[in-house]
Nanobody
Framework: QVRLVESGGGLVQPGGSLRLSCAAS????????MGWYRQAPGKQRDLVAA???????NYADSVKGRFTISRDNAKNTVYLQMNSLKPEDAAVYYC?????????????WGQGTQVTVSS
Protein backbone atom coordinates (compact mmCIF):
# COMPACT_ATOMS: atom_id res chain seq x y z
CA GLN A 1 0.00 0.00 0.00
CA VAL A 2 1.19 3.50 -0.82
CA ARG A 3 0.53 6.58 1.28
CA LEU A 4 1.00 10.22 0.36
CA VAL A 5 1.28 12.52 3.35
CA GLU A 6 1.17 16.27 2.86
CA SER A 7 2.40 18.92 5.26
CA GLY A 8 3.12 22.62 5.33
CA GLY A 9 -0.29 24.17 4.91
CA GLY A 10 -1.58 26.93 7.15
CA LEU A 11 -2.62 30.54 7.40
CA VAL A 12 -0.57 33.20 5.65
CA GLN A 13 -1.10 36.85 4.84
CA PRO A 14 -1.40 38.02 1.24
CA GLY A 15 2.06 38.35 -0.24
CA GLY A 16 3.45 35.70 2.06
CA SER A 17 4.98 32.31 1.36
CA LEU A 18 4.39 28.69 2.24
CA ARG A 19 6.17 25.49 1.34
CA LEU A 20 4.16 22.31 0.98
CA SER A 21 5.71 18.86 1.17
CA CYS A 22 4.34 15.49 0.18
CA ALA A 23 6.12 12.29 1.10
CA ALA A 24 5.24 8.96 -0.46
CA SER A 25 5.77 5.77 1.49
CA UNK A 26 5.10 2.10 0.96
CA UNK A 27 6.20 -0.62 -1.41
CA UNK A 28 7.24 1.77 -4.14
CA UNK A 29 9.24 0.61 -7.12
CA UNK A 30 9.40 4.06 -8.64
CA UNK A 31 7.36 7.23 -8.92
CA UNK A 32 6.66 8.78 -12.28
CA UNK A 33 4.84 12.10 -12.39
CA MET A 34 3.96 13.92 -9.19
CA GLY A 35 1.81 16.96 -8.83
CA TRP A 36 -0.18 19.34 -6.73
CA TYR A 37 -3.86 20.08 -7.21
CA ARG A 38 -6.12 22.43 -5.32
CA GLN A 39 -9.80 22.67 -4.62
CA ALA A 40 -11.59 25.69 -3.26
CA PRO A 41 -15.11 25.40 -1.78
CA GLY A 42 -17.70 24.90 -4.50
CA LYS A 43 -15.09 24.54 -7.22
CA GLN A 44 -13.51 21.64 -9.05
CA ARG A 45 -10.10 20.26 -8.25
CA ASP A 46 -7.56 21.80 -10.60
CA LEU A 47 -3.95 21.11 -11.41
CA VAL A 48 -1.53 23.61 -9.88
CA ALA A 49 1.81 22.15 -10.90
CA ALA A 50 3.32 18.84 -11.97
CA UNK A 51 6.78 17.40 -12.33
CA UNK A 52 8.04 14.31 -14.09
CA UNK A 53 10.63 11.92 -12.73
CA UNK A 54 13.15 13.64 -14.98
CA UNK A 55 12.35 17.07 -13.60
CA UNK A 56 10.20 18.55 -16.37
CA UNK A 57 7.56 20.84 -14.94
CA ASN A 58 4.33 22.51 -15.90
CA TYR A 59 2.21 25.05 -14.08
CA ALA A 60 -1.25 26.50 -14.14
CA ASP A 61 -1.16 29.96 -15.69
CA SER A 62 -2.45 31.47 -12.46
CA VAL A 63 0.64 30.42 -10.49
CA LYS A 64 3.43 30.79 -13.04
CA GLY A 65 6.25 32.91 -11.68
CA ARG A 66 5.02 32.56 -8.10
CA PHE A 67 5.02 28.81 -7.38
CA THR A 68 7.83 26.34 -7.86
CA ILE A 69 7.47 22.57 -7.83
CA SER A 70 10.44 20.34 -7.09
CA ARG A 71 11.10 16.78 -5.99
CA ASP A 72 13.65 14.67 -4.21
CA ASN A 73 13.54 11.26 -5.85
CA ALA A 74 15.70 9.68 -3.16
CA LYS A 75 13.12 10.69 -0.55
CA ASN A 76 10.04 10.10 -2.74
CA THR A 77 9.00 13.63 -1.86
CA VAL A 78 7.56 16.49 -3.87
CA TYR A 79 7.53 20.11 -2.77
CA LEU A 80 5.57 23.20 -3.71
CA GLN A 81 7.12 26.54 -2.86
CA MET A 82 4.41 29.18 -2.95
CA ASN A 83 5.40 32.83 -2.98
CA SER A 84 3.43 36.05 -3.36
CA LEU A 85 0.31 34.27 -2.20
CA LYS A 86 -3.05 35.79 -3.06
CA PRO A 87 -6.46 35.28 -1.43
CA GLU A 88 -7.53 33.36 -4.53
CA ASP A 89 -4.81 30.79 -3.82
CA ALA A 90 -6.70 29.67 -0.72
CA ALA A 91 -7.84 26.07 -1.10
CA VAL A 92 -7.20 22.54 0.02
CA TYR A 93 -4.04 21.40 -1.72
CA TYR A 94 -3.74 17.75 -2.70
CA CYS A 95 -0.66 15.80 -3.65
CA UNK A 96 -0.92 13.34 -6.52
CA UNK A 97 1.50 10.69 -7.72
CA UNK A 98 1.70 8.02 -10.38
CA UNK A 99 3.45 5.16 -8.63
CA UNK A 100 4.89 2.12 -10.29
CA UNK A 101 4.30 -1.11 -8.37
CA UNK A 102 5.78 -4.05 -10.21
CA UNK A 103 4.65 -3.84 -13.83
CA UNK A 104 1.68 -1.59 -13.19
CA UNK A 105 1.22 2.11 -12.52
CA UNK A 106 -1.31 3.40 -10.02
CA UNK A 107 -2.53 6.88 -9.19
CA UNK A 108 -2.62 8.00 -5.55
CA TRP A 109 -3.88 11.07 -3.72
CA GLY A 110 -2.91 12.57 -0.41
CA GLN A 111 -5.45 13.62 2.19
CA GLY A 112 -5.06 17.32 1.47
CA THR A 113 -3.68 20.27 3.38
CA GLN A 114 -5.49 23.54 3.90
CA VAL A 115 -3.95 26.79 2.69
CA THR A 116 -5.64 29.97 3.88
CA VAL A 117 -4.56 33.38 2.59
CA SER A 118 -6.04 36.18 4.61
CA SER A 119 -5.07 39.33 6.42
Amino acid sequence: QVRLVESGGGLVQPGGSLRLSCAASGSIFSINAMGWYRQAPGKQRDLVAAITSGGSTNYADSVKGRFTISRDNAKNTVYLQMNSLKPEDAAVYYCNAFVRLGNNEYNYWGQGTQVTVSS
